[in-house]
């Protein structure tokens, strides 16, 4: 590939996965574009030495304040999900690839709390204009 050919991604949902997701779909698709963009160029230079400030606002707004939090949601969502299932502590251990007290510890935590705003966007259960 030459420097100035692009490579495309590809995300493949069904109909219904789509449907359910909405226009979410697309803007956590530029989030994650932003990201990666982000990623190569941090690679392909010194670090900082060629970079404007200027050139990081976008990638840092669009991961600190649009996909981390909606990343962490679904993440939680799941773990709560996981334990309503009769996921076990260990199963979610070794699927979090971390020690059975630290998964046990993070899933006591959400499961003994109120879903977080995130957490019922992940769910489809508020609506959300960020």
């Known amino acids: 590939m030459t ?30 574009h932003s990201a990666l963009t982000a990623m190569a160029r941090l690679r392909t230079g010194p670090a900082g030495t060629d970079l404007d400030p200027a ?7 669009d ?5 981390l939090p909606r990343l962490e949601g679904i993440r ?19 699927t979090l690839n971390t020690p059975r007290s630290s ?14 705003e995130w957490e019922s966007w992940a769910t489809g259960d508020t609506e959300h204009d960020h």
Not at 77 to 91: D, P
């Open 3 to 32: 420097p100035d050919q692009t490579h495309d991604i590809t995300i493949s949902l069904t109909q219904d996965q789509a449907q359910a997701l909405g226009p979410e779909a697309e803007a956590m698709a530029t989030w994650l």
């Open 63 to 67: 991961l600190h304040t649009q996909l």
């Open 55 to 61: 050139d990081l606002t976008q990638p840092l707004t």
């Open 76 to 94: 939680d969502s799941l773990i709560r999900t996981h334990a309503t299932a009769g996921g076990t502590v260990q199963s979610l251990a070794t």
């Open 103 to 116: 998964a046990q510890y993070r899933r006591e935590t959400l499961t003994k709390a109120q879903p977080t």
